[in-house]
């Protein structure tokens, strides 16, 4: 494989919208910098975003586990590094890395899926080779499905307004992680986020509404929400 597939690093200092109460890294602005520090890892190979729209392609991310050993501060200089960790089914997987200096702070290990850009109807991997680069090789990495308690209870409403569209006209998968901070049951003040899984179902469009769902069990939280066409996505986060 093409070394510029392999590893591809942008060095970011952290802005004050970047940041939480706590001062530190929120969990959709991390979302936000995997989403577009992944399309300019494809750039380097002349395949921005508009390229592979305007081919008919879009990658969108369909689960993701993030693990924070610690999460940095404003103003923070940190390094993030991203790599092509191979197909597996119609999943194309990824990791991302975050450094402070010699600390490493956030894992995360993302799937994607291939679609096309206008009925969203998900694509075989092999439409993605015309382009002749190599999606890297993947060494056991694995995302599964996350079980919902079926007995969790309904635990708020959230509607889809025109500021959380994305440039494919739907739910951005940031917002989502907003939402589990908002809704999650015991709130995030005094909590330490440590392992977070989200498995993206169903696409939510502007005006639908959202109904969470939230339950505690075996030591870890779990929050979905359902929109009027099913099941949108569903979240298993651990805290210490």
Same mark, same amino acid.
């Given at each position: 494989?093409?070394?510029?597939?392999?590893?591809?690093?942008?060095? #970011?200092? !952290?802005? +004050?919208?970047?940041?939480?109460?706590?001062?530190?890294? %929120?969990?959709?602005?991390?979302?936000?910098?995997?989403?577009?520090?992944?399309?300019? $890892?494809?750039?380097?190979?002349?395949?921005?975003?508009?390229?592979?729209?305007?081919? /008919?392609?879009?990658?969108?991310? +369909?689960?993701?586990?993030?693990?924070? $050993?610690? !999460? *940095?501060?404003?103003?923070? +200089?940190?390094?993030? +590094?991203?790599?092509?960790?191979?197909?597996? /089914?119609?999943?194309?997987?990824?990791?991302?890395?975050?450094?402070?200096?010699?600390?490493?702070?956030?894992?995360?290990?993302?799937?994607?899926?291939?679609?096309?850009?206008?009925? $969203?109807?998900?694509?075989?991997?092999?439409?993605?080779?015309?382009?002749?680069?190599?999606?890297?090789?993947?060494?056991?990495?694995?995302?599964?499905? #996350?079980?919902? *308690?079926?007995?969790?209870?309904?635990?708020?409403? %959230?509607?889809?307004?025109?500021?959380?569209?994305?440039?494919?006209? $739907?739910?951005?998968?940031?917002?989502?992680?907003?939402?589990?901070?908002?809704?999650?049951?015991?709130?995030?003040?005094?909590?330490?986020?440590?392992?977070?899984? #989200?498995?993206?179902?169903?696409?939510?469009?502007? /005006?639908?509404?959202?109904?969470?769902?939230?339950?505690?069990?075996?030591?870890?939280?779990?929050? /979905?929400?359902?929109?009027?066409?099913?099941?949108?996505?569903?979240?298993?986060?651990?805290?210490?």
């Amino acid at each position: 494989m093409d070394d510029k597939l392999k590893e591809y690093s942008e060095t #970011i200092q !952290l802005a +004050t919208y970047d940041v939480g109460v706590k001062n530190k890294l %929120r969990l959709s602005s991390l979302m936000r910098y995997c989403q577009e520090i992944s399309e300019r $890892h494809l750039g380097v190979y002349g395949l921005p975003y508009e390229k592979l729209k305007a081919d /008919g392609l879009v990658f969108v991310f +369909t689960r993701a586990q993030i693990k924070i $050993h610690n !999460l *940095p501060v404003h103003r923070d +200089t940190i390094r993030m +590094t991203t790599r092509a960790c191979g197909v597996v /089914g119609a999943q194309f997987y990824r990791e991302f890395e975050v450094w402070r200096g010699e600390e490493l702070m956030v894992e995360v290990l993302e799937a994607s899926a291939l679609v096309s850009a206008r009925e $969203h109807r998900l694509l075989r991997p092999k439409a993605f080779s015309r382009y002749g680069i190599s999606a890297g090789e993947n060494s056991g990495q694995r995302l599964g499905r #996350i079980a919902m *308690p079926k007995d969790a209870p309904q635990v708020g409403e %959230r509607m889809v307004r025109y500021s959380d569209l994305d440039y494919n006209g $739907h739910l951005n998968n940031a917002i989502y992680c907003d939402i589990f901070c908002d809704f999650v049951p015991g709130g995030m003040m005094g909590r330490n986020l440590v392992d977070f899984q #989200i498995h993206f179902v169903l696409e939510t469009r502007l /005006g639908e509404n959202l109904k969470i769902y939230a339950k505690e069990e075996d030591g870890a939280v779990y929050l /979905g929400g359902d929109n009027p066409r099913g099941d949108s996505f569903v979240c298993r986060a651990v805290f210490e």
